[in-house]
């Protein structure tokens, strides 16, 4: 944990004390806005990426496609009604039960799966989010930074490297590590102002509004967050950087009332995810498939006893009771044609009608993530390696930052003993999970390979991306 720590804060005292430096020098970058000068929208964008690959590397991730997904495609939903000047994006579902949001300066915007059990509807988890949307597009980080100046460049990063110890939940490492002197301003310094923190408010509910979402869910939502606090030892991780107050919930919901009210949302995405969380965390008492089986009995027909149906089904089939799955699965109704339905049933059947299931479905939903990857893995499945290397190139040209993509496109070309491939891939997965020096060496075979292969133009394809991980490697 402390090598790690260590080195993400050489990194930032590098990136902003030449940010600083150029400030002074009156070389400013296109951008002319004030905190522009301070920390260029570039800086901030390799900051962000840097610090993702450090979270990867310390923190559990969520690697479901449906997850995946279904986070992309609600801040998607609302970035064309924020003040997000742009869409590049990426994004990251941390495995902690923990109530926690985060948006990072450069496009990195993450929950902690557990928040899923705190959000009664997609209209208040995207209050969370509409909310971290803000707090980028108003550039709080860089105008926090602005406002430091005169501080020590050491000062400024601890600032992204207690959120990074915050995000991967374990905050308590991250300020003991600090000197003493230094822990409680960082501490302080992490929660944004009262100011900003009511103008990504204000933000945030004008772009739920816009949305076509809910305004008031912003207000429901702070009050879940509330109620989460009552019953916990320590606040959440949202609200250790982001404190809401009984002042802040009246607030927000008189600004609401500016706004009519709209119908909630929930569909079946969100109602499986959630059900998934619960259970996961053992949330409500479910610890065992006789208590999941007790929820679904419990629970009037509906999506949400189809969702916890689903759930009973691939906890089944994990623990390898095929049949018991299979008749959980065939309770539903409606719900069978979802593609996490389909994409679990494919599971159930021999490799050629699983293969046909999935590209029958695949007709309706070209695009769709969970049927695509669950494409790739039955390809891999049935032996087809060639396929299955053919399916996974597809995502990762699609997907170049998710690093199952490229676990599973290594795993196939293994199979069809491509080595340059499986190098490759296995390179740009390890890279991307922030383990630079084990990615150089597998990009040293794949240029190795391809050059006993005669495939020279391959070769300096990856003798480029190579020098690309090399650079972002001396960056740490």
Known sequence: MRRP????????????TCATSRAASNDLPELGDGTSGVVSLQQEHELGRT???????????IESPLAKQYLENLVYQLVP?????????????????????????????????????????????????????????????????????????IALA???????????????????????????????????????ER??????????????????????????????SRFSQRPPEFLLTHPVTQFRISDAAGRAENYPRKPRSTRFDFLLLKADAQWRYHHDQL???????????????????????????????????????????????RQRDHAAVVALRAQLLPSNEALALINTALTVEPDNRVLLTTLAEQHTRAGNFRAATLAWRTQSERWPDDPAVWRGLQQAANGL???????????????LNGDQPRALRQMELAIRSARQQGDFQRQAALESRMKRMASASDRL
Do not use: C
Request: aromatic share 6%; glycine share 4%; net charge negative.
């Open 51 to 61: 610090w993702l690959r450090q979270l990867r590397r310390q923190a559990p991730v």
């Open 158 to 196: 601890t600032l992204l490297a207690s959120l990074l110890l915050i995000a991967s939940n374990n905050p308590d490492v991250g300020f003991a590590g600090l000197a003493s002197a230094q822990a409680a301003s960082i501490q302080e310094q992490l929660a944004y102002s009262r100011e900003w």
């Open 287 to 333: 610890n065992s498939i006789e208590d999941l089986q007790r929820a679904i009995d419990t629970t009037q027909a509906g999506d949400w006893r189809a969702a916890l149906q689903v759930q009973l089904a691939k906890t089944l089939l994990q623990q390898g009771l095929t049949a018991k799955a299979n008749k959980a699965l065939e309770a539903l109704d």
């Open 5 to 16: 720590l260590t080195l993400f804060i050489v990194t930032l005292i590098t990136v902003l």
């Open 199 to 228: 103008e990504a408010d204000r933000l945030g509910i004008r772009t739920l509004a816009a949305a076509g979402l809910d305004p008031h869910a912003m207000t429901s939502m702070f009050e879940q967050m509330q109620r989460a």
């Open 81 to 153: 009604y924020s003040d997000v000047s742009s869409a590049d994006l990426e994004f990251i579902i941390v495995d902690q039960a923990a109530l926690n949001a985060f948006a990072v300066p450069g496009g990195i915007v993450g929950i902690n799966y557990g928040l899923l059990m705190h959000a009664r509807d997609e209209d208040e988890l995207a209050a969370v989010l509409a909310h971290e949307l803000a707090h980028l597009s108003q550039r709080h980080f860089a105008r926090r930074i602005e406002q430091s100046q005169k501080q020590q460049p």
């Open 417 to 431: 003993q491509d080595k340059v491939t499986s190098h490759y891939a296995g390179a740009e997965h390890l890279f």
